[in-house]
């Protein structure tokens, strides 16, 4: 994509795999953004599927992309980090899209000063880029590496994140990779700003759904190790009383 250097450039990463069905829409959604000081990024697991047919058919507007087997989608996301060199990054995975076409240009409007993380709403859509809700965890006010005591009260797919204040992601977690990764940036007490703005439609039913009991599980040790163990245990009180209130409530999680 073109480069505006009156601007930071965002380093935006997708990890794919098998994934022909939702892969081209997270791809537009991405290239057709108003703003263009992006660096696209796509790291395929060796797709069996027509993936890397979609990928070749945008390469001239993907500054990287390969497709090769991996350790999953962590290792995949480290992988992707290691390639980019912009100021930001922002993982936007196969399947899910930025909200809108100006919500990049509506963060990095022009400034003085920049922060080290922006964040913000997350909506759940459903195959067809309906609107389900919103997500059930509600996002902060304002975001310290404590927030997470609650819960991942903001994913991976909304948090923007300045590169050099980032950390490889911890591989030895399978399914709560991320969540441990957004901690532990946040612990480094970086500058961070809540947009107050929907930034990703997040594909409902995906790996996080399928895998919720491993998720949890390791979601509970990673909080263990930041908070404490009576702390962790007397939160899952509370985040457990909201889960099964939503549950009845909107028949979702």
Known sequence: M??????PQISIITVVFNSEKYLEGTILSII????????????DGGSTDSTVDIIKKYEDQIYYWVSEPDKGLYDAMNKGM??????YLWFINSGDKIFEKDTVE???SEKKDYTDIYYGETVITDENNNIIG???LKTPESLNWKSFQKGMLVCHQAIIVRRNVTVPININYRHSADFDWIIRIL???????NTKKILVKFLDGGVSKKTIKKSLFERFHIMRENYGLIPTILN???IGVKFF????RYKRF
Not at 2 to 7: E, F, Q
């Open 82 to 87: 290691n390639k980019a060199t912009g100021e």
């Open 2 to 7: 073109n480069t505006n250097p009156s601007r």
């Open 236 to 238: 899952h009180f509370i």
């Open 245 to 248: 209130g939503f549950l009845f």
């Open 134 to 136: 919103m997500r059930r």
């Open 32 to 43: 057709n953004q108003t703003y263009k000081n992006i660096q696209y990024i796509i790291i």
């Open 106 to 108: 509506s963060i990095f």
């Open 187 to 193: 612990r480094k007490n970086p500058t961070i700003t």
